[in-house]
C-alpha cells in the first residue's frame, strides 16, 4: 500500500510569511507524528496526535508552530511569521500500536530566507 | 524527563570491519525500536524489540534488547557502504511518544 506523504516536498519562503505543511498519513494508522530535523542532526519531537485523544503538544517550540488533524487522516503543520531558525526538514510519520512503529514521510525542506 | 544516550555520535570504519553502537537509558521501555536514515530521505524502521534479553537477526545486523529494558545494542558484521547513514533508537513508553536518541552517524569506506 502507499506510505507516508509529505507536501511539498522543498519550501522557500520569506522570513514573516506563513507556511503550511502537509502530511497524509498510511489509512488505518491511529497515531501521526510531526518532527524537525535541522542539518546533521537527530530528529526533534514537535506534536503526537493520538486516535480522538488531545494531541501532545508538548515539542513545540513556541506559539508560532500550530497543527490539526482532520478527521483522524490527513494533518497540517502551520508555521506563522516565520524566522531563519525555523529552516529544517519537517518529517511526519504515522503508526498503529502497540508498539507504536513509526513509518516517516520523505519530508518537507523549508528554507527561509 | 525520559532520555536516550546512543554512542558512539560519530563513526567511520573501513569496509569488512566490524562495529557496536550503544543505546542506553536509566528508563525501562516497554519496546525498543532501531531506525536507519539515509540523507534525503525519512528514517525507515529496521527493528523492534519488545522483551528483555531478545536477540533479533536482520542478515548482517544484530539486535539485543537489554535484560531490564532500559538499553540495546546494535552489531553489524562485515560492513558495507550500504550500512552508511543515521542509526536512530527509539523507546516506547505507555502513552507517551517514542523517544529518540540523537543517532549514531555512521561511514563504512570502500
Known amino acids: 500500500g502507499a506510505g507516508v506523504s509529505q507536501s511539498p516536498s522543498n519550501k522557500v519562503t520569506e522570513k514573516g510569511k506563513d507556511v503550511e505543511l502537509r502530511c497524509d498519513p498510511i489509512?488505518?494508522?491511529?497515531?501521526l507524528y510531526w518532527y524537525r530535523q535541522s542539518l546533521g542532526q537527530g530528529l526533534e519531537f514537535l506534536i503526537y496526535?493520538?486516535?480522538?485523544?488531545?494531541?501532545?503538544k508538548s515539542g513545540l517550540p513556541s506559539d508560532r508552530f500550530s497543527a490539526e488533524r482532520t478527521g483522524g487522516s490527513v494533518s497540517t503543520l502551520t508555521i506563522q511569521r516565520t524566522q531563519q531558525e525555523d529552516s529544517a526538514v519537517y518529517l511526519c510519520?504515522?503508526?498503529?500500536?502497540?508498539?507504536?512503529?513509526?513509518?516517516f514521510g520523505p519530508g518537507t525542506r523549508l528554507t527561509v530566507t | 524527563t525520559q532520555l536516550l544516550e546512543q554512542s558512539p555520535q560519530f563513526l567511520s570504519i573501513q569496509e569488512g570491519e566490524n562495529l557496536t553502537v550503544y543505546c542506553n537509558s536509566s528508563?525501562?521501555?516497554?519496546?525498543l525500536q532501531w531506525y536507519r536514515q539515509e540523507p534525503g530521505e525519512g528514517p525507515v524502521l529496521l527493528v523492534t524489540?519488545?522483551?528483555?534479553?531478545e536477540v533479533k537477526k536482520l542478515k548482517r545486523l544484530t539486535f539485543q534488547f537489554g535484560d531490564a529494558r532500559k538499553d540495546s545494542s546494535l552489531h553489524i558484521t562485515a560492513a558495507q557502504p550500504g550500512d552508511t547513514g543515521l542509526y536512530l533508537c527509539?523507546?516506547?513508553?505507555?502513552?507517551?511518544?517514542?523517544?529518540f536518541g540523537k543517532g549514531t552517524r555512521l561511514s563504512v569506506i570502500a
Open positions: 510519520a504515522s503508526g498503529r500500536g502497540p508498539p507504536y512503529e513509526q513509518y
Open positions: 489509512s488505518g494508522h491511529t497515531a
Open positions: 496526535f493520538q486516535g480522538n485523544s488531545a494531541p501532545d
Open positions: 528508563s525501562v521501555f516497554s519496546s
Open positions: 524489540v519488545v522483551t528483555g534479553g
Open positions: 527509539a523507546g516506547e513508553s505507555g502513552n507517551t511518544p517514542l523517544v
